[in-house]
């Protein structure tokens, strides 16, 4: 009997290591998990904000170097986002396509320079939409 009670004794002890174990490996698993998705919006944060900067950029450098309106110049650049957030995911033509026809009109408008620094917000929603995208934000959980 006390073989019988020490053997017992031995496979639980090792049962609860092993249960020990399991609960210090998915610990470890959540803190890489946290740690993730730490870095991911981080990422996100950094993205936006760059975006916020280029932007704002944008906005001042049309307003004071090219003197044109303010509302003109936010109008014509929120346009462009917005279109840069409904065809993010087309093709590499498509993007093209719209790049042109903004130049294009900005040569028949006269307003050339607002239509490539449109262009190049264009461009900056874009890209950025592409890398916010590739953090893959929310979809990892269950």
């Known amino acids: 009997m006390k073989d019988e009670k020490s053997v017992t004794k031995e496979e639980d002890l090792e049962i609860v290591e092993i249960a020990e174990f399991k609960i210090n490996d ?62 993010y995911e087309a093709s590499a033509g498509i993007h093209l396509l719209e790049i042109v026809i903004g130049i294009v009109s900005g040569v028949i408008y006269g307003r050339l320079l607002l239509m490539i620094v449109g262009t190049l917000i264009y461009l900056g929603a874009v890209i950025s939409l592409r890398g916010i995208r590739s953090l893959n934000l929310g979809t990892d959980r269950g």
């Open 26 to 87: 998915t610990r470890k698993q959540k803190l890489r998990q946290e740690e993730q998705e730490k870095s991911k919006r981080q990422s996100f944060y950094g993205i936006l904000s760059l975006y916020a900067v280029g932007f704002l950029a944008a906005v001042l450098i049309c307003m004071f170097a090219f003197r044109l309106p303010v509302a003109v110049v936010c109008v014509i650049l929120v346009l462009e986002t917005a279109i840069a957030v409904c065809m």
